[in-house]
């Protein structure tokens, strides 16, 4: 995978700083970052907007995935639940379905208000790479079997990757986390969006299709 544009590796000193709580750095702006994939022409296809979100109940250990999409013309959406999971992995699996659903490469422009997803994606997955995924001290890095799906589909597609702080307004990042609560909760609301089989979600059947409940929703045609 080709990388452009990364957060350099850490130095020895900092290395602490992998196991930062995330959400303590909410007010500080984060600048967008690129992962490249494969290389198609500029100008050949629009560029995808996607916003991806994650909820997560503590007490059911339920959770809820959403996904946003605005490409070209085209307005798609899709989200889905999962039991005995976390917020971390419903964040991730977000991002993998609006990456998962393109079968040819795509440049996609991803919003998540997950600095996990977004450090991971940025400073922290080349060097889980190069450590045959353990972390800085040799650890197993948590949730990869959703971080390897996700790096795979980096290979392929050129992503933008940008921060926003979730619940301030932000349309895109608004209508994500509705539809990932909405999921979360198995709304009536999310239910009449529409609901499609493991065997019509094509190139992310995988994993927003897993055995463990998911329901996925949509609202407008799978993309070819």
Not at 32 to 46: A, F
């Amino acid at each position: 995978m080709k990388v452009k544009n990364l957060v350099p590796v850490l130095p020895k000193e900092t290395k602490k700083k992998e196991s930062i709580n995330f959400y303590a750095e909410v007010n500080k702006p984060v600048p967008p970052r690129v992962t490249k994939g494969l290389t198609v022409p500029k100008d050949s296809l629009p560029v995808v907007q996607a916003y991806t979100d994650g909820a997560w109940d503590k007490t059911s250990k339920k959770g809820g995935w959403g996904v946003f999409i605005q490409y070209g013309s085209k307005q798609i959406k899709r989200s889905g639940r999962r039991n005995n999971t976390t917020n971390q992995r419903m964040e991730l699996l977000a991002a993998i379905c609006a990456l998962g659903m393109w079968q040819e490469p795509h440049y996609i422009n991803l919003h998540t208000d997950s600095l996990y997803l977004m450090k991971g994606v940025t400073a922290w997955l080349k060097v889980w790479l190069r450590n045959g995924w353990c972390t800085a001290y040799g650890k197993p890095v948590k949730n990869k079997d959703f971080w390897q799906e996700l790096a795979g589909l980096l290979e392929k597609h050129t992503v933008t990757w940008t921060w926003v702080k979730g619940h301030s307004g932000h349309l895109g990042n608004e209508i994500a986390d509705r539809l990932a609560t909405e999921a979360l909760r198995g709304s009536k609301k999310a239910r009449q969006e529409g609901c499609i089989t493991p065997r019509e979600i094509g190139a992310v059947n995988g994993l927003c299709a897993g055995e463990d409940g998911v329901l996925v929703l949509w609202a407008g045609k799978p993309v070819t």
